[in-house]
């Protein structure tokens, strides 16, 4: 029996909320069934469609893994010298682990993160522990060629999604958190009003150009 298993992201640019990366282990057969149902990359599909298709995955999926990475953990790795490129390597090999029995064969589907693709694959495969039984297809745009990773993208954006709903239910006597994205105006709006009141809320990445352009760090003077 060849498995396959579908790994995306959502989330890896919003100023507001976690970057959840999810992938989703399958009979290669399913693939087939999904695609019937209309399983394909989440930004093409509307919530609801979304909603409906991430329980047709799971009732298919051999078994699901995600991951959530929150504005913190953002910030503290990008400090640390780890960029997102090689925090999603970390991540991803993290759910490779995990769903990978050593004994099967899988067909591994990464939607990569990084323009140099090549390399990014030679990071990820560094963190995998038993890769003996793997193979790898790293490549831009994979969500929209492979219905796994399709998959992966929509369990991906629906857990991101549900990670929003909650943050503007537990932060709304401040006002609408919008979509948490720094072109969204009703965010950008939300930022100003209430980025320094919520400072240590741990709800804004602020290692971003964004919070940063509004909040710039003082600058530590030097005592002689």
Known sequence: ????????????????????????????????????????????????????????????????????????EIDRALKTGINLNTLEAIKMAEIINSLNDKKSEIHVFVDCPSVNTRAWRNTLIGFIKHPQNLTFVV?????????????????????????????????????????????????????KKHGKTLENSGLFRKTWKTWKALFPEKEQSTLF
Do not use: W
């Not at 087939?32 to 609801?48: A, M, R, Y």
């Not at 298709?53 to 893994?65: G, H, Q, V, Y």
């Not at 537990?170 to 072109?183: A, F, N, R, T």
């Open 1 to 72: 029996m060849t498995l396959v298993l579908g790994i995306d992201d959502a989330g890896r640019g919003p100023l507001i909320g976690p970057m959840v990366l999810s992938g989703v282990l399958l009979e290669k057969e399913r693939e087939v069934l999904l695609k019937e149902k209309g399983v394909k990359d989440s930004k093409l599909l509307t919530h609801p469609a979304r909603i409906q298709l991430s329980k047709i995955i799971k009732e298919n999926a051999l078994d699901i893994k995600s991951i959530k990475i929150f504005p913190e």
């Open 139 to 191: 490549e831009h745009k994979a969500d929209f060629l492979y219905p796994c990773v399709s998959a992966a993208s929509i369990i991906a954006k629906c857990e991101r999604e549900d990670e929003i709903a909650k943050l503007k239910q537990e932060y709304k006597k401040y006002g609408d958190i919008g979509s948490g994205y720094p072109s969204d105006p009703i965010t950008q709006e939300f930022l």
